[in-house]
């Protein structure tokens, strides 16, 4: 199959509005993720594209065939889930090769050819010397491993994996990351991948989709996705320690327009930053405004580098393995910056800092900032 089509889909639990008329469409070939928090309606999409939950309204098309009326099994979906769900009598073999021999299938594989499928997808995922063993010798990742390769065994029309790998830990986690990629490349077939790890998603995928509450925020590739975020909820949500988020107002000195938040800290903007934050003033009738900026774009030192440069005091200083995040305080709200080689500095020293504004977004306000 080339592509899966939702068009105006929306569910709702009882008066619960999960997935709120959305649409979107995957093109052939790529690794589609959807990411969001708990309880955004991620799980949701992928019940309804398998024809496991009915959608309350809009279509769902498999290439340009209406699937709405089709059953889950007529479908030909195959999922793997977060929890494992493995046979406990069977053999980790027997587990994979399940799907392969329900009557529904019609696969009628021989021996050697089942043996052949079971292997090579055992062998993606490094699981082959596991085969003889039964689920209760597993760990939790071979469990969560085994479950992988029980869905993607079989052909079939798409394959829709809901935080897949969410319990193995990070060496693991990297190793089956790179197994999935080329899976997807030699298989070519559909996937539509959930998870709430945006690394995992900036790591695998062509093309994400962040949910938030049941509707998209933005749908673009990784580099759009990180470097020109639609809105506040997806800078925030995307990247560690979060991007920055500043309120403020524009005002007007000396010829100059400046961002102002608070009592202390003001930076005059550049043209280019200046036209982006009046569109949003223009938008937004009360005047306010977002600024937002990764913790890589600010640049901390401890000499004035620019016209531009203001001081501030140091709040805390936590240490990472490839430098430190600097946390320093404005009016009660919290900015960080990340920093290469901490030893430099230290607590409360008051330091210079520069806001790269080429890499300055602003955001009409819509999430809450947290501390
Ligand atoms: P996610 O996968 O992003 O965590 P879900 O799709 O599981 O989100 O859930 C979306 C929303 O729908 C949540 O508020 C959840 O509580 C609700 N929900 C999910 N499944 C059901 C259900 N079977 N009955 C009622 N509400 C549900």
């Given at each position: 199959m080339a592509g899966v089509k939702l068009q105006n889909v929306t569910k709702k639990y009882g008066n619960k509005l999960?997935?709120?008329n959305l649409s979107f469409e995957y093109k052939e070939g790529e690794f589609f993720s959807i990411i969001g928090p708990a309880g955004a309606g991620k799980s949701t999409i992928l019940k309804m594209i398998a024809g496991i939950e009915p959608v309350t309204s809009g279509k769902i098309f498999f290439d340009d065939y209406?699937?709405?009326?089709?059953?889950a099994r007529e479908r030909n979906v195959a999922m793997a889930f977060e929890?494992?769900?493995?046979?406990?009598?069977?053999s980790v073999y027997e587990n994979i090769a399940f799907p392969l021999r329900a009557?529904?299938?019609?696969?009628?594989?021989s021996k050697d050819e089942e043996q052949r499928r079971v292997e090579e997808v055992a062998d993606f995922l490094g699981?082959?010397?596991?085969?003889?063993?039964?689920?209760?010798?597993?760990s939790g990742g071979e469990k969560q491993r085994v479950s992988l390769a029980r869905a993607m065994v079989r052909r079939c029309e798409c394959f829709l994996l809901d935080?897949?790998?969410?319990?193995?830990d990070a060496r693991l986690k990297f190793s089956t990351q790179t197994a999935l990629k080329r899976l997807s490349v030699k298989l070519g077939t559909a996937i539509i991948y959930v998870t709430h790890d945006y690394r995992e998603a900036l790591g695998l995928s062509d093309r994400i989709a962040v949910l938030r509450k049941g509707k998209f925020e933005q749908i673009g590739t990784p580099r759009e996705i990180y470097n020109?975020?639609?809105?506040d909820f997806v800078a925030n949500f995307i990247g560690d320690p979060p991007c920055n988020l500043i309120d403020g107002s524009l005002v007007s000195e000396n010829g100059k327009t400046l961002f102002q938040s608070g009592n202390e800290f003001s930076i005059p903007l550049q043209n280019k930053s200046i036209a982006a934050a009046q569109k949003i003033v223009n938008a937004d009738q009360d005047g306010e405004i977002r600024l937002g900026i990764r913790p890589s774009r600010i640049k901390v030192s401890k000499e004035r580098t620019t016209e531009h440069s203001f001081k501030l005091p140091i709040y805390a200083i936590v240490r990472r393995p490839e430098g430190a995040v600097i946390t320093f305080e404005l009016d009660k709200c919290f900015f960080r910056a990340s920093v290469k080689g901490p030893e430099q500095y230290g607590m409360s020293e008051k330091v210079w800092l520069d806001f790269d504004q080429e890499h300055s977004f602003f955001f009409k306000k819509t999430v809450k900032i947290s501390k």
């Open positions: 999960a997935v709120d209406e699937v709405n009326a089709l059953s929890t494992y769900n493995l046979y406990s009598h069977l009557p529904e299938r019609h696969e009628k594989l699981i082959k010397r596991l085969l003889g063993r039964k689920p209760v010798q597993l935080e897949p790998i969410a319990h193995l020109r975020p639609a809105t």
